[in-house]
């Protein structure tokens, strides 16, 4: 009987993606040629975990190692070549030229189909006086090897982190720890831009409380050196200059495409690798995944790019069985993240408010302020959620979600509700786990779906603090009433807002026009609720409770 031939796989990239399509591709086909070329020194790490070896919460870098070539061949019978660069692709031929970085040796690989997990490096600008010494960015091991390098032998006090993004926040944490004073700069006029500003100001609050300085809406546009390539000041586009003895970059990835457009690959609308469900590209023997592919967002099924780990390494796994001839798909991804900083997480899923509204969709926003577990068991912290919710359907879009603790317990339950495609109304019907120490008989993420069902179910408006701030600056007769006790309201309040207890409310209601327009407010918004209520059975036509409360609008 005659044999087939053996199907030769070639992986170009390693990390998320790469690996993940390894040990797929041999999970499917037990006899396939593999080979991995790795253009950096390790095959497999953890890079999300990079920052907390710098900052020496991870004290063992090999932990960081996720394989080796020598474990990937005794496990999969991969072979791994790391240093070694892939110069281009050749489709018509099927061969990749390849570069062996210790020894300069070009040799070609043959191949029956191909991945491609490129991945995507770190922005570093072009300006004047870099690279420098002690600039650096935090992509790879040796980049961390690198920071502990310099901060063990130079011991430096002030260190600028550009950016203020996950990983920058991270870093900026990092920093902090090792007893640097911290600035971090950031272009856009918020910390962590992927949240909608006022649920990311709960972190700025929090940066800023345990030192970290914090230069918002300004951006780098320079250095100033010692004459012997070493950062001493970080001049910005407002004329400040920040003192450095170190300087982490973290400004953004750039996906690497130089090979796939070389190849002449298709590069989609959204500026990475297009790939169909199967993570395959417009040539059928070659598969793509990870950061520099492009990848539909599931809320609106539009391809975006989204440099994550998580759905880099289900890419891999459907690239990997594909190549070796199996048949899975990958539907895309919500777009789920966290952090945690300075003791404080923050993370996201699904449409922000910004995504949404840059969309044109029509969405009820709601903010919802809840302790993580009930109040009367010790420990208990504030746990804030924001909804984006289709305001005609319903449809749950997206969730934010920032607190002290159990973030990424309800940020998982809003992930899942998007996978299910759920309305909030669905979430207040949710059976969560309770008892006192894990979480209230009405879990957060359930008040979450209460607040917005009720807000489209009985026809009440709520009214964002932004909004409000707008509509009151455009001239618009707004009459404001702070609903909760006197003491509350001289503690701090809104301008121009009068104060008349809920509990006084019925009473007093003589004092209010209800020809004009009301909006009503307590703390978290529980109070302003039954307020609106109140003033709605009572004749007042315009009545819109400010979602969140002064929690929310005092940031």
Known sequence: MQTQPSRRIVIIGGVAGGAA???????????????????????????????????GDITDRASLLLQTPESFWRRFRVR?????????????????????????????????????????????????????????????????????????????????????????????????????????????????????????????????????????????AGVETDGAEVVTGVRLASGIVLPAGIVVLSIGVRPELKLATDAGLEIGTAGGIAVNERQQTSDPSIFAAGDA???????????????????????????????????????????????????????????????????????????THNFDHASYYPGALMLHIKLITDAKTGRLLGGQVVGDSGVDKRLDVLATALQARMHVDELEELDLAYAPQFSSARDPVIMAGLVAANALRNGLDVITCPVLRERIG?????????????????????????NIPVDELRDRLTELDPTVQTVVYCKVGFRGYLAARILQQNGFGQVKNLTGGFLTCDL
């Not at 041999?26 to 920052?51: K, W, Y």
């Not at 899975?328 to 945690?340: C, E, K, V």
Request: charged share 20%; net charge negative; proline share 5%.
């Open 474 to 498: 455009a001239g618009e007769t707004i009459r404001v009433v702070d609903v909760r006790t006197p003491s509350e309201f001289a503690s701090g309040h809104l301008p121009n807002a009068v």
């Open 21 to 55: 399509a390894a040990a797929k591709a041999r999970r499917t086909d037990e006899h396939a040629q593999i080979v991995m070329f790795e253009r950096g020194p390790h095959v497999s790490f953890a890079n999300c975990g990079l920052p907390y070896y710098v900052g």
């Open 293 to 367: 592919v492009e990848v539909v967002q599931r809320v609106t099924g539009l391809k975006v790019r989204m440099p994550l780990a998580g759905p880099a390494s289900k890419q891999g796994r459907v690239a990997g069985a594909n190549a070796a001839g199996g048949d899975l798909q990958f539907p895309g991804a919500f777009g789920t993240s966290i952090l945690g900083t300075m003791g404080i997480s923050a993370g996201r899923t699904g449409l922000s408010e910004r995504d949404a509204k840059a969309l044109g969709m029509d969405v009820l926003i709601t903010h």
């Open 80 to 220: 791994v070549q790391v240093r070694h660069e892939v110069l281009n692709i050749d489709r018509v031929a099927k061969c990749v030229d390849v570069r062996n970085l210790e020894t300069g040796d070009v040799f070609q690989e043959f191949y029956d189909a191909l991945v491609l997990s490129p991945g995507a490096g770190a922005i570093v600008p072009n300006l004047a006086g870099l690279p420098a010494k002690n600039v650096f960015v935090v992509k790879t091991v040796p980049d961390s090897d690198a920071v502990r390098t310099w901060l063990d032998a130079q011991k430096p006090t002030h260190a600028v982190v550009v950016g203020a993004g996950f990983i920058g926040l991270e870093t900026a944490e990092a920093l902090h720890q090792r007893g640097l004073h911290v600035t971090v700069v950031e272009l856009q006029p918020q910390v962590l831009p992927a949240l909608d500003a006022d649920m990311a100001e709960y972190v700025a609050r929090r940066l800023r409380d345990r030192g970290v300085d914090l230069v918002l809406g300004d951006g780098i």
